[in-house]
């Protein structure tokens, strides 16, 4: 379990995530597929196993985006890494949220954005798809792997299986799959 | 006006059931914050909740917005770290243990189990979006430039985002 971190300036989290939280329109998945890019793919802070660890913690505990960020922040410089990330995130939202109730308290009008945002809709979609891909090449490229994944996409469209149920269920595969090779080694 | 600390303390509590996270929050919020501390009309509730997903932020900015209403900046401020405070504290210590656990095989192997099922649940995500917002065929047309932009070339994921969504202004999409 050696990991090699270079230290990671709290600046540098800070300025980090503060673009991704004022340019992440989408929420949510698209958030993640854009923490992904940067901190894994383009900055090399954790690799692609502990990012999905912490994808994993953060679905089971309600809003993924904010709690995948506060994961890679503790990752890379612990307890105040980690609020420094959370805040960084939250706050470009913060203050858009408090710039439009202000117009909206005032004028009680909402601020015509829509448009915008069905224009990015889709490129989010595309954003998450392509981050789904790069993970599944990377975890999901045995036969054995897909269909673990591919259970897991059912179960949760199809059915609605929470996000946790899904989880527990493929840990208690890995488990087992782990006890077998043992057994046989 | 909403007194500080009576804000502080239910966005606490809505922060210590939001556990279960996403859409449970609505109704959740909902009941508070309508019909119990009447804080908000419904109408104005509808109205925070549109207006919250116009930023990246999680639905939880709901509760920057009923601050705002209650106590003005300050009131805003303390909603929504308080609403972020105990899932966020839950994380910084799951995350604590997170390496001090791995280092046993057992666990090891359950973390191993759940990745490929991360992949699906990534790919879930992307079609419970897909099958709300991709209704026409501009849709289709914007989600494949967007991912031959992605996948293929190096242009920022952001660039491409607000590119997406300046042609949504000037196209005056509806």
């Known amino acids: 379990m050696e990991k090699e971190i270079k230290t990671v300036r709290l600046r540098e989290i800070a300025a980090t995530f503060f673009m991704i939280g004022a340019t992440g329109f989408g929420g949510g998945m698209a958030i993640v597929a854009l923490i992904e890019r940067r901190c894994v793919h383009d900055k090399g802070w954790l690799g692609q196993n502990e990012f999905m660890h912490g994808l994993a913690f953060g679905q089971i505990l309600g809003p993924f985006s904010l709690n995948t960020s506060t994961f890679v922040g503790y990752y890379l410089r612990g307890t105040p890494g980690g609020l420094v990330a959370a805040a960084s995130f939250i706050a470009p939202s913060f203050l858009m949220v408090s710039a439009l109730s202000l117009l909206y308290f005032r004028f009680h009008e909402l601020p015509e954005l829509k448009s915008a945002l069905l224009g990015s809709n889709p490129v989010v979609i595309a954003l998450i798809v392509v981050a789904g891909i790069g993970m599944a090449r990377r975890k999901a490229a045995r036969l054995e792997a897909a269909t673990v994944a591919v259970i897991a996409f059912a179960a949760s469209t199809l059915f609605g299986t929470s996000a946790l149920t899904v989880l527990v269920i ?9 006890w077998r090779t043992g057994r046989l080694g | 006006m909403v007194g500080m600390l009576k804000l502080a303390w239910v966005f606490l509590k809505i922060g210590v059931i939001f556990f279960g996270g996403g859409y449970v929050l609505i109704p959740l919020l909902h009941r508070i914050l309508v019909d119990q501390m009447q804080w908000l009309t419904l109408k104005e509730f509808l109205d925070g909740v549109a207006l919250s997903q116009l930023t990246p932020g999680p639905l939880a900015m709901l509760a920057t917005f009923a601050g705002y209403k209650g106590a003005g900046l300050l009131g805003a401020l303390v909603a929504t770290v308080c609403i972020f405070l105990p899932g966020t504290a839950l994380m910084l210590f799951i995350s604590s243990r997170y390496e001090r656990f791995r280092r046993i095989e057992a666990v090891n192997h359950f973390l191993d189990g759940i990745l490929p099922a991360v992949v699906g649940l990534v790919f879930a995500a992307a079609f419970n979006l897909g099958r709300t917002s991709l209704t026409s065929a501009r849709d289709f047309i914007l989600l494949g430039a967007g991912f031959a932009l992605l996948q293929f070339t190096a242009i920022a994921p952001m660039a491409v985002i607000l590119g997406a969504a300046v042609v949504g202004l000037l196209l005056h999409f509806s």
């Open chain 1, 170 to 178: 493929a840990g208690c595969w890995g488990l087992w799959k782990g």
